[in-house]
């Protein structure tokens, strides 16, 4: 399984008017600067959004290029106010799996650096079926 999230936090970011000025309140999951989770405070204010989730490496990439293309105006702001963000696609892996491979197109990787959006890969170990 490949599920591909969109995460930002920072510093004395309004994260909520963003998510507002652009749409995507209704996909987040927001975290707000002093707020407890867990044991500590939060750092950071942001979110995480779920791209996309897929079996197939070239589909979820493909549901990365279509969001990214929806929501390019956020992406642009965000470039400009120099703020990072990052793509974690994370891919789930058995043990008795030999490999898993996801091609992440030259084009896609120049149009994140473009955007200042890092590209994280995360591999979650599964339950093997016996």
């Not at 987040?28 to 779920?50: C, M, P, T």
């Not at 070239?58 to 929806?70: H, V, W």
């Not at 470039?79 to 990052?86: D, G, Q, R, T, Y």
Request: glycine content about 6%; proline content about 2%.
């Amino acid at each position: 399984m490949l599920d591909t999230v969109w995460r930002l936090g920072e510093k004395d970011f309004d994260v909520d008017a963003f998510l507002v000025k652009f749409g995507l309140k209704e996909l987040a999951v927001v975290f707000h600067e002093g707020e407890k989770r867990g044991q500590s405070k939060v750092q950071d204010s942001g979110f995480n959004i779920l791209i996309s989730e897929n079996i197939n490496s070239l589909e979820n990439i493909n549901d990365i290029n279509q969001f990214m293309a929806k929501h390019k105006e956020a992406f642009d702001y965000l470039a400009k106010l120099n703020i990072h963000s990052v793509l974690d696609i994370g891919c789930t892996v058995a043990s008795n799996q030999f490999t898993k491979s996801v091609n992440i197109s030259s084009k896609l990787l120049g149009a994140l650096s473009l955007l200042n959006v890092s590209l994280e890969l995360s591999v979650y170990p599964a339950p093997v079926d016996e």
